[in-house]
């Protein structure tokens, strides 16, 4: 009984590993020939790419990753692969790059919020700050206005 629960123990422990993004079935996106393809062959063995450079069309990327979660801990990226591959003018392969996870730059984030135009409101200031601001001929009668107590009709 004993042996049994810890086996369950350790099966519990097993890490999780997880494919992310561009997953290839038979040709590799490293396969690529900058002699012989051209971006529709390139889609045609690969299909679409991961992403499309923002301020190059030319510049195709084919991103692939492993991750690794153990229980309740924050997954780890075990490994990753980028490949690169840029087209001339013409539609014709010039270079495919590969990257790896090495290659990898971590990237300070900068935490500063946008100030905001005026002054902060307390919360009493939120709650009673309307309180003689709404002009008294709407609150009552029959009026039409958006809002109002009367509407079309005039509350008959």
């Known amino acids: 009984m004993v042996s049994a629960l810890l086996m369950l ?3 519990a422990c097993n890490p999780t ?6 997953i290839p ?5 490293q396969a690529v ?14 299909g679409n790419p991961s992403v499309k450079s923002t301020f190059d069309e030319n ?4 991103l692939t990753s492993v ?3 153990l229980a309740y801990l924050r997954p780890i990226t075990e490994e990753r692969t980028i490949t690169a591959i840029s087209f001339n003018e013409d ?3 010039q270079t495919v790059a590969e990257y790896g996870i090495e290659n990898g730059q971590y990237v300070n984030y900068s935490n500063r919020e946008t100030p905001t135009r005026g002054r902060e409101l307390s919360v009493l200031e939120q709650i009673f700050g309307t309180i003689g601001r709404i002009p008294i001929d709407q609150l009552g009668g029959n009026q039409n206005i958006p809002g109002g107590s009367g509407g079309p009709g005039g509350g008959r």
């Open 67 to 69: 991750r690794q979660r």
């Open 9 to 11: 123990g350790l099966t």
């Open 33 to 46: 020939n900058p002699d012989t393809d051209t971006k529709a062959s390139v889609l045609a063995r690969l």
């Open 25 to 29: 079935t038979e040709d590799k996106p």
């Open 59 to 62: 510049t195709w990327y084919y």
């Open 91 to 93: 539609g014709q392969v």
């Open 17 to 22: 590993l997880r494919n992310h993004g561009y």
